[in-house]
């Protein structure tokens, strides 16, 4: 059975892969997952464009993986590995150091690239000053003894700049819940329909918006501080990217993702979830 209409052409690079789906609660799955890359594709790309920006970014993880024959799960692979958009930065619009509302090189993905670079050359000229009479083989382990220990501190000092975030937060709240600003969460209980879950638009990106709906990951998110066009934006933002959902729970806990996200579209994301854990553990019956 071939994949539906309106799903051919971003589907064409994995067409094989689509024959051997055999089951039709399967079909039933893929179809969605892709409908569903499709509507985060065009949030950036638009809708003409999306199409050809999933078939290629199919194709591109296909070749990758050394073609259709080397995939031995179409399920397991399609739902992890090929539909999935995998920024390499902190970038929204980046998927694989592309940019999905240009095709271009992701600037900040090159950015990052040559600063990881340049740390290394650092480095290894420090390495090289140090220990000149070090043979070539010592000298490259000790520079990467150096390079994992200076990542590491980055990557600890960050930890801790959000830990802090966090108490900073824990003791705004009180002070935030004596506004009344509060309402604005709360006024918003409707959730969001499935119509404009399809047709919301473009997800904020970095420097579209003003200052008061601009997000950054180290910035605590008060609720009860949130304007209604705040809250209003998240949930758009949500609409294209389950994961914001998922992330908001980690950080913050449900009880906070089901007041800023509405009960109903936190099951909703949940229950997609579950499904795709399903799929992706059905893929392993009968494999000892």
Known sequence: MPPPEDLRIALAPVRQLWARLDRP????????A??????????????????DVLADRLSRRLLAQGGPMAVTDPVGWLISRGLPQRPGCSDVRCDEHVRLDTG????????????????????AAAVDAELPDVDESDRRAET?????????????????????????????????????????????????????QTFLPAPALPGTLGAATQYDEQTPLILEALSRDQVLDWRTRAAKDH?????????????????????????QVQRLQKARHLVLAHTTWGHP
């Open 243 to 267: 994961q914001l959902v998922l992330d908001h729970i980690t950080q913050y806990g449900e009880p906070s993702a089901r007041r800023l996200f509405t009960n109903s579209f936190v099951d």
């Open 25 to 32: 609660y399967v079909r039933h799955l893929i179809t969605g």
């Open 104 to 123: 271009d090189e992701c600037a900040t993905c090159n950015y990052l690239i040559d600063d990881r670079r340049a740390q290394r050359r650092r480095i």
């Open 34 to 51: 892709v409908r569903g890359e499709l509507a985060k594709v065009a949030g950036y790309a638009g809708r003409a464009a999306a199409d």
């Open 144 to 196: 990467e003894r150096r390079l994992h220990q200076a990542t590491t501190a980055e990557a600890w000092a960050k930890r801790q700049r959000r830990e802090q975030l966090e108490a900073e937060r824990a003791k705004l709240r009180p002070a935030a819940a004596g506004t009344g600003t509060a309402a604005s969460v709360n006024a918003l209980d409707e959730p969001l329909t499935e119509r404009a």
